[in-house]
């Protein structure tokens, strides 16, 4: 059973309540605080899931339905379209952690947190983590972490019972209208290397400082937050084609 992170984190005890009322003693089988994803084991059999969906292919003004149990209310279902993609809110507190979330303005409130978004076609494209307010009550503004993420994340953790996290080694920055004028750069897309890391996979890919990140594996990246994302869904080792704009050229 997939959850977040912050629910199970620091906890001696975890049970379950299935929607059938049944419940269980759970086991945390391994977590990850970078991505707030947690998995956790309970002992049966013949259990509903979902099946994973693709977040990349989630697009914005898309219709997607949130399930939890806020406020301890069981099994609430609620609605909403999907409002931006790879938003990162600082919530998760930087360093190495990944927050490239998918937000949408369906309704979901403390007790949320581990619960499914999923899209009218019932695949899972995300596990709902947060929710931006003053309030601490929603709203407006939800965020899932997009299923893509999870799938590497819990794919490693049954494997290695750890996260294989890949690092590509570049310090980079976003590129908005003021930074486009003081470097000459035509078309404000992608995303711009201060510098690579000595050593490190980029440096010996020959990426250097100036260079502008366009695709990884063929999928545009046009925000810090969505090449994180996409290099997260790597393992160190893995070949992947960085395109890269340099001098004005592809």
């Known amino acids: 059973i997939i959850t977040n992170n912050h629910v199970v984190d620091g906890v001696d005890k975890i049970k379950v309540t299935l929607n059938d009322k049944r419940v269980y003693d759970a086991k945390l089988v391994g977590n990850d605080p ?108 939800s965020f899932a972490i997009p299923v893509n993420i999870v799938k590497k994340v819990i794919g490693d953790i049954i494997e290695f019972g750890e996260v294989q996290r890949a690092y590509l080694g570049v310090s980079i920055r976003e590129i908005d209208g003021e930074m486009a004028k003081e470097k000459g750069i035509k078309e404000i897309k992608g995303v711009y290397v201060e510098g690579a890391t000595s050593n490190s996979a980029a440096e010996e890919a020959g990426i250097r400082a100036g260079d502008i990140i366009l695709k990884i594996n063929g999928t545009e990246v046009n925000s810090p937050s969505m090449l994180q994302e996409k290099i997260s869904e790597y393992r160190p080792g893995s070949n992947i084609a960085v395109t890269i704009l340099r001098n004005n050229q592809e």
């Open 34 to 141: 970078s991505t707030d994803l947690a998995l956790i084991k309970i002992d049966a059999t013949d259990l509903p899931f979902l099946n994973y969906g693709n977040s990349d292919s989630v697009k914005i003004g898309e219709w997607v339905l949130a399930v939890g149990n806020p406020y301890n209310l069981t099994s609430t279902v609620t609605a909403g379209i999907v409002s931006a993609k790879a938003r990162n809110i600082n919530i998760l507190g930087g360093g190495s952690s990944i927050e490239s979330f998918i937000q949408t303005d369906a309704a979901v409130n403390p007790g949320n947190s581990g619960g499914a978004l999923v899209n009218i076609a019932g695949e899972l494209i995300g596990i709902n983590a947060a929710i931006a307010s003053n309030t601490g009550s929603y709203t407006g503004y």
